[in-house]
Each structure stands twice: as structure tokens, then as C-alpha cells.
């Protein structure tokens, strides 16, 4: 079965060091990857995809995410936390069943919470 | 110059009742979407809607019904509700999924329902 998994509901962090979200997927064929950041009451905003190429993608607000295939991992990181980037963050994989429609699985979410 | 859309941003109502949410999005998007987010921040599809023919339907209970009048709006009707709709509903959106990609979706703020 298709799956993502987010092994932390919680990472806290010390505002100006790095933090790492992490994120895992189970799914057949290429893997197309995503991140979204969801604020309290708010929708979820997208930070950032892979799809092909570089497994180092960057993404909006200085995050970035390391696609490792061997690993089958998407790891959300970030060199210096902020204290706004405390919020709720969704990793999401493609279901390779949907047909090439966009239908997203997600992960059950990490909320990071960044300390002054 | 609000992307999606959504009304109404909350929603009461009693055990029973018939409701409907409405979707709307000016980013000139061809797919569109409905999510359920419960109360453990859980995020799944319910629907999604390309070019008004419905191309994702998930296992949801027949009383909830999307409709989509044109391209750019996306309504959800749920009759008979029950205790356990109780949830946040998202509408989203994406350029065509099947002309390339996969494309970022771009999400509204969320209607909370709770039903009494």
C-alpha cells in the first residue's frame, strides 16, 4: 500500500539552529514528493516538490528537502529556525494509481515548534 | 484578490440538516479539490473535480455530493449530517494535472463544520 509517514508529531527546536522534519513514503515507481506548511486556522501552503533531478530541493521561506531514493526519505530541513516557522507540516506523496491525476497521500503531520 | 475561496468560514449546525459549502478560485486552475481534515489534523481527499467531470472520487458516504458549475468553482453538499462530519473541509486547486506536472495545490482557508 501507498504511504508516507512522518515518525514525529513534535520536533521543538532552539530559534537559529537547524532543524530537520522527517518524512519516509512507500509508493511504486517514481516518486513525486511535496511539502506543505499548514499555520494555526489557515490552509496548507506548498513550500516545495520533487520530481525529477537534483535530490536537493529548495523551497519557499529558506526550507529545502533531501530526497534520498535508497533511503526512501523526503526530509524537510531548514539551516536557521525561526520562531514563525512554528507551525504544522505535511509531507505528501502522488498515489502512482491515481491515473496521472494529482491525488495526494498524506503524512499525518509534524508539528514543529521553535523556542526563542 | 483572495487565490481559493471558501464560504462560509464556520458552520453549526444540527444532526440532520442539509448543508453546502462553496469554492471558488481565480487562479485560472482546470482541477479542483475537497479535503476533510479531522480532528487529529488528518488530511484526506474526499473529491476532485478537472474541467468540471469528476476524475477522484474516494470512498465517502453518498451524502456528500460536489457539484461544479464551471471551472473555477467547486461546491460541496452533505445532507443528513452527522455527529461525525464534525471536521475541517478544505477546497483547493491545481493547474491541469494531466497537461504535465505534478502541480502544487493551492489550498483555501477551510470551513470548520461541527455538527450538534
Known amino acids: 500500500a501507498q504511504s508516507v509517514a512522518q515518525p514525529e508529531d513534535q520536533v521543538n527546536v532552539a530559534e537559529g539552529n537547524p532543524l530537520t522534519v522527517k518524512c519516509t513514503y512507500s509508493?511504486?515507481?517514481?516518486?513525486?514528493l511535496f511539502w506543505y506548511v499548514q499555520y494555526p486556522n489557515r490552509g496548507l501552503q506548498f513550500l516545495l516538490k520533487y520530481i525529477t533531478g537534483d535530490n536537493l530541493v529548495k523551497g519557499s521561506y529558506g526550507f529545502e528537502a533531501e530526497f534520498n531514493k535508497s533511503q526512501t526519505s523526503f526530509h524537510l530541513k531548514k539551516p536557521s529556525a525561526l520562531v514563525s516557522d512554528s507551525a504544522l507540516y505535511f509531507c505528501a506523496v502522488r498515489d502512482s494509481y491515481s491515473g496521472g491525476y494529482n491525488k495526494l497521500i498524506f503524512g499525518a503531520g509534524t508539528r514543529l515548534a521553535v523556542h526563542p | 484578490d483572495t487565490a481559493v475561496s471558501q464560504t462560509p468560514k464556520y458552520l453549526v449546525t444540527q444532526m440532520g440538516n442539509d448543508k453546502s459549502i462553496k469554492c471558488e478560485q481565480n487562479?485560472?486552475?482546470?482541477?479542483m479539490y475537497w479535503y476533510k481534515q479531522d480532528s487529529k489534523k488528518f488530511l484526506k481527499i474526499m473529491f476532485s473535480?478537472?474541467?468540471?467531470?469528476?476524475?477522484i472520487n474516494e470512498t465517502v458516504p453518498n451524502r456528500f455530493s460536489p457539484k461544479s458549475p464551471d471551472k473555477a468553482h467547486l461546491n460541496l453538499h452533505i445532507n443528513s449530517l452527522e455527529l461525525g462530519d464534525s471536521a475541517v473541509y478544505f477546497c483547493?486547486?491545481?493547474?491541469?494535472?494531466?497537461?504535465?506536472?505534478?502541480?502544487?495545490?493551492?489550498f483555501g482557508p477551510g470551513t470548520r463544520l461541527t455538527v450538534t
Open positions: 509508493v511504486s515507481g517514481n516518486p513525486y
Open positions: 487562479l485560472g486552475h482546470d482541477t
Open positions: 483547493a486547486s491545481s493547474q491541469d494535472t494531466l497537461a504535465g506536472g505534478p502541480y502544487e495545490q493551492y
Open positions: 473535480y478537472n474541467n468540471k467531470e469528476l476524475i
